[in-house]
């Protein structure tokens, strides 16, 4: 299964690779240079299909807990100062995606969309200190009824030119559902009262719509 977001760029690869294979076949009488385009053309194809792959995850909804908003690597889990919205000390607890994850966004609690930007910026790369206030970004806040409101942030790597952002303010959204993509490389911040507890670690893999990042009982 494919997010929505990739339709377009699977069918220009797909054209483009069915392209490369009739030119090679139709002008090429090289046999082993036929075969290495093949293969790298194919190759291209299944690296594109991998990166908008979408697997089907059934999240086990509750108010009680907050899930894994993405696919990745915990790189950050600390008190910063939050600028944007609450303009005061959060524990913001940091998910890394490379070129390989799955790279959907999903709402990583139930509530209510309180606020919900896009900022255009730079693309570091997306473990640099200043990638969460320089770089291409959107930040959605939502209220939820447990752990009143939290924030999200979707970053732009060094490789990602489009983040996907489907929260608009006003929404009531669904925990696991989708709330957007971003295309090629990026990360994603979440932003905890002071006092949460957190239940990932550094370094811990991060399944979305499955890790439970904090839980309450």
Same mark, same amino acid.
């Given at each position: ?68 908003? #993405?696919?990745?690597?915990? =790189?950050?889990? *600390?008190?910063? !100062? ?7 000390? /959060?524990?913001? @607890? ?46 959605? #806040?939502?209220?939820?009824? =447990?752990?009143? *409101?939290?924030? !999200? ?7 990602? /030119?489009?983040? @996907? ?46 890790? #439970? ?5």
């Amino acid at each position: 299964m494919f997010h929505k977001e990739g339709s377009k760029i699977i069918f220009i690869t797909l054209l483009v690779v069915v392209g490369i294979i009739f030119m090679a076949d139709a002008f090429l009488t090289i046999e082993w240079l036929k075969s290495v385009l093949y293969i790298l053309a194919l190759a291209i194809l299944v690296l594109v299909l991998q990166f908008f792959r979408n697997p089907k995850r059934i999240a086990d909804n509750s108010d009680n807990h907050i899930l894994a908003p #993405v696919d990745g690597k915990v =790189v950050v889990i *600390e008190e910063v !100062y939050e600028p944007e919205y609450f303009k005061d000390k /959060r524990l913001m @607890v940091s998910i890394f995606m490379s070129p390989i994850n799955v790279h959907v966004t999903r709402y990583c609690v139930n509530g209510i969309v309180k606020y919900s930007k896009y900022h255009p910026g730079k693309y570091l790369v997306a473990w640099h200190p200043k990638a969460s206030e320089e770089n291409e970004r959107t930040t959605v #806040v939502i209220n939820n009824r =447990v752990y009143g *409101e939290i924030l !999200y942030r979707q970053i732009a790597g060094a490789l990602a /030119r489009r983040i @996907v952002n489907y929260a608009q303010e006003g929404m009531r959204v669904v925990q696991g559902k989708d709330a957007g993509f971003i295309k090629f490389g990026s990360r994603v911040d979440i932003y905890l009262p002071i006092g949460t507890e957190i239940n990932v670690k550094l370094g811990d893999k991060a399944i979305g719509n499955k890790t #439970v990042i904090s839980k309450k009982a």
